[in-house]
């Protein structure tokens, strides 16, 4: 009996982060939330990129563990569409095409939460992905959905964020400076303190961006 349990103890030590998977869906939910924030604005490189990979697994593991709660799926969904970007290439559009599915079950499961980040997200996935026949980007249904993220979260930083960089590349400078103003005034969120400092600076460099290319 006592080699069992040393050997379950050392089968327990060598799964990565086994211990998310016994908390609850909050907190398998909050880990991914901040997980991400660190990896996305601290990490850099090959950390950043293999970080990612383990991410996108817990991601996995956590909407496993709690199929119904949207959160998950949005966190899962989030976590995929970064590391897209991220790490380019080939393999980015399986990824991308991986959160988009994370991100509609999660719409069909509660549109309205984490303050419509379903919306915002997939509505980013559809105007950073190349179109038909290579890709599933289409501007109208990014403004669609990330109008409707707006009307959920009017004054949050990410819904104004990303529909103002969607502006931008619209080069509708105008509807984009007003949308990153306001998210750039938007409350600092408890808890996100990382996050909101990464996006701070993007919101910093979109407007920066408009006053180079509207002159």
């Not at 549109?111 to 980040?117: F, K, M, R, T, Y």
Request: aromatic fraction near 8%; include cysteine.
């Amino acid at each position: 009996m006592r080699r069992l349990s040393s050997l379950l103890f050392v089968l327990w030590l060598s799964v990565p982060h086994a211990g998310i998977a016994l908390a609850g869906p909050d907190e398998d939910i909050a880990y991914l939330q901040t997980r991400w924030a660190e990896v996305n604005y601290q990490l850099e490189g090959k950390a950043r990129l293999a970080a990612f990979e383990q991410l996108a697994a817990e991601a996995d593991r956590v909407t496993g563990a709690h199929p119904e709660r949207a959160e998950g799926w949005i966190w899962s969904g989030i976590v995929k569409s970064t590391y897209a970007g991220a790490s380019g290439g080939l393999g980015a559009l399986s990824l991308a095409k991986a959160s988009k599915k994370d991100l509609e079950r999660a719409l069909a499961i509660d549109p309205q939460a984490l303050q419509g980040s379903a919306c915002t997200s997939l509505g980013t996935l559809y105007y950073s992905v190349p179109g038909w026949p290579v890709g599933f980007g289409d501007r109208h249904k990014a403004e669609d959905l990330l109008q409707r993220a707006l009307a959920i979260d009017p004054q949050g930083i990410d819904s104004n964020y990303f529909y103002g960089d969607f502006l931008l590349r619209q080069k509708r400078f105008d509807d984009a400076r007003r949308h990153l103003l306001l998210a750039q005034r938007a409350p600092a969120r408890a808890g996100r303190e990382v996050a909101d400092a990464g996006r701070q600076r993007e919101i910093a460099a979109a407007l920066a961006r408009i006053e180079k290319e509207s002159r």
